[in-house]
């Protein structure tokens, strides 16, 4: 490394002002007072005046670090924002090596190298070394704060248009364009830990926010929700599907007295099991309802459920209409282990109106056989359906605004 900094004073302030770059700083930034200062005139011409700077770099400048076996050295350090967020990037410097960035968005550090050649750009694919890279947004992006020495002009207030490429590896390019120049950075990803063991500071936890802001694409989070639901189903697949345990009729005479009758047993032989109760009828303008009781013989329990199976059609204005369930169910969560009898009653009903565009009124109407159908260990749709919603509902709001702020252009 260079051990033979040039030291000065800020024209503006009197501050001491270390320049470790010799002869490849154009700008230097005072820490004191936050005028940016010509670095390629002898007495530091000022270039613009700003307020009193302070310092807020993590890596404080002049702190000299390893990365990938090469020493370097924090001799800038700027604020940004734009495109919805904010980071930080710390400007390192190696006489030997030249630049490179320390990007810390709060979450992770990327390490970016200036390229000294353009990728090839076809549309929204930018390709550099074979690698291919996706455009994912752009946006201006402005300087907040800035503190030491560049190699470009700098100060606060200044803004470039930026375009953002998402690549293999978690790599990304950046093209930064302003009235003066184009220039390409590419960006790595450093793992946790890395930047701040070679440059000795203390870790930060990562603020890390529900992912709804995030530029990214929010792949992980649909990972995560992929494993979960191939999880479920093989939970689903490898438990016991349903096994129909009772399967009789019920007979009820419609506008009559109410069937009442007792079916068993129903033998449920797992410590707790799931029971569906299904009754179905074929019926036309009319309804039957069905009343089910599951009681235990050792201990009476009575665990009671109701359906209506029903089916309505007609004609009005707009055409054809049909509405109703003829296949009702009921589901029983958790039954204890034991045997039970099933009590059921039901009751039916015509629809008066439907006698004035069928058939003239009939004496009496025919019975309707009402088949009873019960399922132990019975799969609850509902429930996995319930589920799966929950599983995805964070990653499919993350991909939605994660799309909708991509396509804002």
């Not at 200062?37 to 002898?42: C, E, F, M, R």
């Not at 565009?357 to 159908?373: H, K, N, R």
């Amino acid at each position: 490394m260079n051990d033979s900094p040039r030291a000065l004073s800020c024209p503006n302030c009197g501050a001491p002002i270390v320049v470790r770059a010799v002869g490849n700083t154009v700008t230097v930034v005072c820490g004191n007072c936050g005028s940016s200062l010509d670095a390629t005139d002898p007495d530091l011409t000022i270039l613009k005046q700003s307020i009193a700077a302070g310092a807020r770099s993590r890596i404080p400048l002049g702190t000299r670090g390893f990365l990938a076996g090469i020493e370097w050295e924090a001799i800038g350090f700027l604020e940004r924002s734009g495109g919805g967020g904010s980071w930080q990037e710390t400007l390192l410097f190696n006489p030997w090596e030249g630049y490179r960035f320390l990007v810390d968005d709060g979450e992770t550090w990327r390490l970016g190298t200036p390229l000294d050649r353009l990728p090839t750009e076809a549309g929204a694919i930018a390709t550099l070394g074979g690698d291919r890279f996706t455009r994912t947004e752009g946006y201006q992006a402005q300087v907040d704060f800035v503190v030491g020495e560049f190699y470009w002009r700098v100060a606060v207030g200044e803004t470039v248009d930026v375009c953002d490429y998402e690549g293999p590896r978690e790599a990304s390019l950046s093209r930064e364009a302003n009235a003066a120049e184009v220039a390409w950075t590419r960006l790595e990803p450093q793992a946790d830990g890395v930047v701040e063991s070679a440059f000795g500071i203390a870790p930060v936890a990562p603020q890390r926010s529900a992912g709804l802001d995030d530029a990214r694409a929010p792949t992980f989070n649909t990972i995560v929700a992929g494993i979960a639901t191939f999880l479920l189903l093989a939970v689903l697949m490898l438990a016991p599907w349903g096994v129909t345990v009772l399967d009789t009729t019920v007979v009820v005479i419609p506008d009559g007295p109410a069937a009442a009758a007792k079916f068993g047993p129903v033998a449920l032989d797992r410590r707790r099991s799931g029971v569906a109760v299904r009754g179905s009828a074929d019926l036309e303008n009319a309804w039957v309802e069905l009343d089910f009781a599951l009681v235990n013989r050792a201990t009476q329990e009575r665990y009671e459920a109701s359906a209506t199976a029903e089916h309505y059609r007609g004609r009005d204005s707009d055409g054809e209409w049909t509405e109703g369930d003829r296949r009702p169910d009921v589901t029983f969560a958790a039954l204890p282990r034991g045997s039970y009898d099933l009590v059921v009653e039901a009751t039916a009903h015509v629809w008066p109106a439907r006698q004035s565009w069928e058939q003239p009124a009939a004496a009496s109407e025919p019975p309707i056989p009402v088949p009873v159908t019960v399922t132990r260990n019975a799969t609850f749709w509902g429930v996995l359906w319930l589920a799966l919603i929950v599983i995805w509902a964070i990653p499919m709001t993350q991909w939605f605004f994660w799309y909708q702020r991509n396509n804002d252009e």
